[in-house]
């Protein structure tokens, strides 16, 4: 277990690293379109699956198989009649997991689950998990909205919008409500379903199990006969080769979950930016910059909203020393040309010239030594700012 576990954490330090790497590295128009706010959440979110499914749940597996073809095994040797007759009745108890399961699902607005999910008795375990998961995100909802409002009191208070935010944080309250009743109901339903079931089948394995060591006795059996010890062997072997055959689902969908993680953090592992700010290419002129910038016929819009067209054909030039104001209307793209010349993003069609270089054959690295550059909207680290 202790290897298991060391392995999975290992491997998830790895992507770990690889991903903030790689999402670093990432140009900046990729954020604008793949929600950037996002990004930490989806990877502790997809760590998560991953470590869970490379971590100790592989031992788990191994376990479990071994301790259901170990248990069977006993079962069969001590008396295969018994055995055969407390496995047919698995599919039954299995179904009320089954039905448990949809209960609980029905209940949570869930839709279903995939073939490799339905599995004997570690549906309930999974329902209940996806329950909490639903009355989660309408907490994260509601704590989402109120970080916003609290972030941006003073707006909410100029535009007196505190009925409204109250109304809508009671809304998702509201709803994480429902969630927990419905899961309540039809959780008790689904354990009835499954205990009943399972009180059934020990019903019939001590009927049956009594009837063989009667019909033993009453056959006057003097050798290897079947005993009443044998009877609760063959008995609690084969429920603990069930119990361990109920806990393979879990391992198993732990496994599927991190598939499913391990592509989405590759996606990003393995884009290649289209700029890479961190990359060693490209040129490094020796000479110190002047600082004349030429733009040439530029066009381009913003990859998030391909349709708006903010450069249409710009041409400009700055002479070295000079000082130059950019003078529009809000949204006329001068911070648009400043994003070019950092080479934040690229112009679909022309160029933009440094000191007679093309900026897009500099070195990115280097361009952006040459450039200072206070945001529209700055956000100063500590010590950015000598005094
Ligand atoms: N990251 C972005 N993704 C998509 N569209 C953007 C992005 N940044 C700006 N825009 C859009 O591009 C257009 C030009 O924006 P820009 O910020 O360059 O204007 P601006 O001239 O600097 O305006 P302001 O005077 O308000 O700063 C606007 O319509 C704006 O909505
Ligand atoms: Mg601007």
Not at 30 to 57: H, N, P, Y
Not at 352 to 381: A, H, T
């Amino acid at each position: 277990m202790y290897c298991w576990t060391a392995t999975g954490e290992r491997q998830t330090q790895k992507f770990r690293e690889r991903y903030v790497n790689s999402v670093l590295s990432q140009e900046i128009g990729w954020f604008d379109t793949c929600g950037a706010s996002e990004l930490s959440t989806k990877l502790a979110e997809m760590i998560g699956k991953v470590q869970d499914g490379t971590g100790r749940k592989v031992g788990d597996l191994i376990q479990y198989l071994t301790q259901f073809v170990a248990a069977m095994g006993v079962a069969f040797y001590l008396n295969w009649k018994l055995s055969l007759v407390l496995l047919a009745a698995i599919p039954i108890i299995g179904a009320a997991g089954i039905i448990s399961y949809l209960l609980v699902c029905a209940g949570d607005g869930v839709t279903g689950a995939s073939g490799t999910e339905l599995n004997l008795g570690a549906f309930m375990i999974m329902a209940i998990t996806s329950a909490q998961q639903q009355a989660l995100e309408q907490y994260a909802g509601a704590g989402g909205l109120a970080s916003q409002a609290l972030n941006a009191i003073r707006t909410v208070t100029a535009l007196n919008m505190q009925p409204g935010i109250v109304s809508r944080y009671r809304h998702f309250l509201y709803e994480a409500m429902l969630v927990g009743v419905r899961k309540g109901v039809n959780v008790g339903l689904g354990n009835g379903a499954v205990f009943g079931a399972c009180f059934l089948t020990y019903a019939l394995g001590f009927w049956y199990g009594g009837n063989l060591v009667a019909d033993a006795l009453e056959n006057n059996c003097t050798h290897d006969c079947l005993t009443g010890g044998d009877v609760l062997a063959v008995f609690f072997s084969t429920i603990m080769g069930s119990i361990a055959l109920g806990q393979v689902a879990p391992p198993l969908t732990a496994f599927s979950s991190a598939r499913a993680a391990v592509g989405s953090i590759l996606e990003i592992v393995e884009r290649v930016p289209l700029i890479d700010g961190l990359s060693d290419d490209g040129m490094k002129p020796d000479v110190k910059c002047r600082g004349e910038i030429v733009v040439e016929n530029v066009h381009f819009a913003y990859p998030s909203r391909p349709n708006l067209q903010v450069c249409k054909g710009y041409d400009l030039q700055i002479a070295a020393g000079e000082t130059v104001a950019l003078v529009g209307m809000s949204g006329a793209g001068k911070s648009t040309l400043i994003n070019l010349l950092l080479r934040f993003y690229d112009p679909q069609k022309g160029r933009i010239m440094l000191d007679s270089y093309d900026i897009k054959e500099l070195n990115i690295k280097y361009l952006r030594q040459q450039c200072g550059y206070v945001g529209q909207e700055p956000v100063l680290f500590a010590v950015s700012v000598n005094a």
